[in-house]
């Protein structure tokens, strides 16, 4: 119960999706900024996450929004197309074809410090703006497997964890290499090293509690 309203993203009265909505604003700021129409890559997104942000206020007002994923979304909302594709990769795009290009909670799953500078690279290549949020490594509840400092506990211990309790969105998964396997594939990252993948970015600090949950590095 106490995770439903801490950290569910689909709970539209949770914590997490109220520090979401605020950060929004950050975006919706830049889009008024820029003549339309609008194009904006979605760098692991889903159509649903713009609904729960109110996006329809977009909608019919030339702002064409392409996901991008692994594993291709279904979507049927106008404005929308998704595709598959790997974000450390897109030669797919052109230099500069987005006007903004948008990622929420997705650098940190893409593997390596050399996956995450490919993926950040690959940002400001395709993108004329962007905005890339990612969860602060020194926040002391790890939010996708919403334990105390989980980040910071030895790889054994982590993936023993896993293999006897249900972890925040992570199941139990008593297979000692599928744990390992959740486990690993999750990178945080600090203040610093987001600042060294988007030199030229603004960071904004999303705090809760006094203390910064998540960062964003975006252009104005």
Do not use: C
């Not at 019919?60 to 595709?83: D, H, Y």
Request: proline share 6%.
């Amino acid at each position: 119960m106490l995770q439903k309203h801490l950290a569910d993203n689909t709970n539209e009265h949770s914590i997490a999706v109220r520090l979401r909505r605020e950060r929004f604003k950050i975006l919706i700021n830049m889009l008024n900024t820029l003549p339309h129409p609008i194009s904006i890559l979605d760098i692991g997104g889903t159509a649903g996450y713009w609904e729960m942000m109110g996006a329809k206020r977009f909608w019919g007002n030339e702002i064409q929004i392409t996901l991008l994923n692994v594993e291709v979304q279904s979507v049927s909302l106008p404005g929308f197309r998704a595709i598959t594709g790997d974000g450390r990769s897109m030669p797919q795009f052109v230099n500069g074809q987005f006007d903004v290009v948008f990622s929420n909670s997705t650098i940190e799953h893409v593997g390596s410090v050399a996956d995450q500078r490919q993926m950040a690279e690959e940002v400001r290549r395709v993108g004329r703006r962007y905005y890339v949020q990612t969860p602060n490594r020194y926040f002391p509840i790890e939010p996708h497997f919403v334990f105390p400092f989980f980040q910071f506990l030895p790889i054994a211990l982590r993936v023993w964890l896993l293999q006897h309790f249900n972890l925040g969105w992570h199941p139990k998964t008593p297979d000692r290499q599928r744990a390992l396997s959740e486990v690993t594939s999750i990178r945080l990252l600090t203040k610093a090293e987001l600042h060294h993948l988007f030199p030229n970015a603004t960071l904004f600090e999303e705090k809760f509690l006094g203390l910064v949950k998540s960062f964003v590095a975006y252009t104005p």
